[in-house]
């Protein structure tokens, strides 16, 4: 079992920066990928941007050049690091970990708000 806990969300205008954290506890060693997605209101969830335990990053097409996910090994964390935030970008930003090549775990969702 692998638990996940986000923070780092809130409200940002256009524009702005945000920095969001996800700390990864118990089976920390059967983690392959960490990631963040992110769910709008009536919209599907989609990917942002993961980055694998050999350090590879992927990221959805609507945020390439803007946002950025790194990983501190020594405190099981993953960030991401938002720049030049839209409204668009509104939604809640849910963090996962993948474990093998089917299971994957998820946090319960921090709140990015982009508005003047």
């Known amino acids: 079992q692998v638990q996940l806990v986000e923070s780092g969300g809130g409200l940002v205008q256009p524009g702005g920066s945000l920095r969001l954290s996800c700390a990864a506890s118990?089976?920390?060693?059967?983690?392959?990928?960490l990631g963040w997605y992110r769910q709008a209101p009536g919209k599907q969830r989609e990917l942002v941007a993961d980055?694998?335990?050999?350090?590879?990053?992927n990221y959805g097409d609507s945020v390439k050049g803007r946002f950025t996910i790194s990983r501190d090994a020594a405190k099981n964390t993953v960030y991401l690091q938002m720049n030049s935030l839209k409204p668009e970008d509104t939604a809640v930003y849910y963090c996962?970990?993948?474990?093998?090549?089917?299971?994957?775990?998820w946090g319960k969702g921090t709140l990015v708000t982009v508005s003047s």
């Open positions: 996962n970990a993948g474990v093998g090549t089917s299971v994957n775990y």
């Open positions: 118990g089976d920390i060693f059967s983690i392959n990928k």
């Open positions: 980055i694998t335990s050999g350090g590879t990053t």
